[in-house]
């Protein structure tokens, strides 16, 4: 399917590619836009042949915020009782894991959606930022919850009360992204490959666990792992796995 607002492609097995395409608005992310992604990843999803997916943008931008010249005429009944932005955390129940590759400006919903993104890689040029203050509005999409989960509340706190931007080198000291890297994408789409050589029935468990860390209470958090670990024992791969290991050669996974 060609699509007007994003690209997307299978760069390797495995592995899916979906780089964001309104090159003249640096990416800023129109409902039409989010509309195709939101599309192009559900069809990723249920593609078996698909185990990993990378999201990216241009050199010079992931992507600039949420759409300011659609929004800036928008009434709190338009956007309260058409749930504007509903569909944005659309990404976050993927079963797949999905690596934002981030070089230049990751703005408002920019840095949103990267951090919906099960794992962040941050170009040198990466630019970061929560400045809806500077518009007159807060984040919505999650830029409060997450950024504060992430970086730990005074942190968070600063940056989106300033609204200041801050750099790849900090998103990385805070933990936001795992690593700075020269060749982003290429870097994203290697790390990519080596998830989508795992047994894919691990990798989603793995995927649910360590949300559930990030989303829910420790308590909760560990019953749900020791069900999921557990559940690992009806699977082919964990036979696989471990025959594997005690034979001393490599697993051939089925992905069941
Ligand atoms: C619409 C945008 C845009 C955006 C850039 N453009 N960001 N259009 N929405 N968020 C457009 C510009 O209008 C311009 O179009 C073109 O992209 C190039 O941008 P310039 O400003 O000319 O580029 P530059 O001078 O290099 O500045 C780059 C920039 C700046 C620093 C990133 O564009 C900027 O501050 N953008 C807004 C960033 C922002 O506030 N994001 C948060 C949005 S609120 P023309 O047609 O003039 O050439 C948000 C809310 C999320 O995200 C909450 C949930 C929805």
């Avoid at 956007?79 to 590759?101: D, G, M």
């Avoid at 750099?167 to 690593?179: D, K, N, P, Q, Y």
């Avoid at 990519?192 to 047994?199: P, S």
């Amino acid at each position: 399917r060609q699509y007007e607002h994003i690209l997307t492609s299978l760069p390797s097995p495995g592995i899916a590619l979906i780089t964001l395409n309104r090159p003249k608005a640096l990416n800023a992310l129109s409902s039409p836009l989010f509309a195709e992604l939101n599309e192009a990843l559900a069809a990723f999803d249920a593609d078996d042949g698909v185990r990993a997916l990378v999201l990216t943008g241009s050199d010079r931008a992931f992507a600039a915020g949420a759409d300011i010249k659609e929004m800036k005429d928008k009434e709190y009944s338009d956007v309260y009782q058409n749930r504007f932005i509903e569909n944005w955390s659309r990404i976050t129940h993927l079963r797949k894991p999905i690596i934002a590759a981030v070089s230049g400006y990751a703005l408002g919903g920019g840095c949103e959606l990267a951090m919906m993104c099960d794992i962040i890689l941050a170009s040198p040029t990466a630019v970061f930022g929560q400045p809806e203050v500077n518009i007159g509005i807060i984040p919505g999409a999650g830029g409060t919850q997450r950024l504060v989960r992430a970086i730990g509340k005074s942190r968070a706190m600063e940056l989106v009360l300033t609204g200041r931007p801050f750099s790849a080198a900090e998103a990385a000291a805070w933990g936001l992204v795992s690593r700075v890297s020269e060749d982003v994408l290429a870097d994203a789409l290697a790390l990519a490959g080596q998830i989508a050589g795992k047994g894919a029935v691990a990798a989603q468990a793995a995927k649910e666990a360590v949300n559930v860390a990030y989303e829910g209470s420790l308590a909760e958090g560990l019953r749900q792992e020791r069900r999921l670990f557990h559940g690992m024992f009806a699977t082919r791969d964990q036979k696989e796995g471990m025959a594997a290991f005690a034979e001393k050669r490599k697993p051939t996974w089925t992905h069941s």
